[in-house]
């Protein structure tokens, strides 16, 4: 059960930093207000403060966060900006899961 506890926190992690560096994206990018910002840095703020709540090491965290990272971004490009993955995309983020798995849940003796 820890394993689902922590990828669920790493997912929820991963919204909140996507939705922090979208919002950005969306005013530079594609002429929104610049009201977006306000919003964006809290997100940024939940995010940090999501990835302080795992009890393990800060860099094995971070290496790990980024694979499911990499699969909520893919996930994003689909369910928000309506373009759907390739074979590749998915492919890669089934690979960057992967290797969250093993970073995170291989048996350690410290």
Not at 27 to 46: C, D, F, H, N, Q
Request: proline fraction near 5%.
């Amino acid at each position: 059960m820890p394993e689902l506890k922590t990828v669920g926190l790493f997912v929820v992690t991963a919204l909140a930093e996507i939705i922090g560096c979208y919002l950005p994206y969306l005013w530079l990018r594609e002429g929104k207000t610049i009201l977006l910002l306000v919003p964006a840095a809290v997100s940024l703020g939940i995010f940090a403060w999501l990835l302080s709540l795992h009890p393990t090491a800060a860099g094995r965290v971070y290496a790990a966060y980024g694979g499911v990272y990499v699969f909520m971004a893919i996930m994003w490009l689909w369910a928000v900006e309506g373009i759907r993955p390739t074979a590749w995309d998915i492919v890669g983020s089934c690979v960057a899961v992967i290797g969250m798995a093993i970073i995170m849940f291989a048996p350690r003796n410290a």
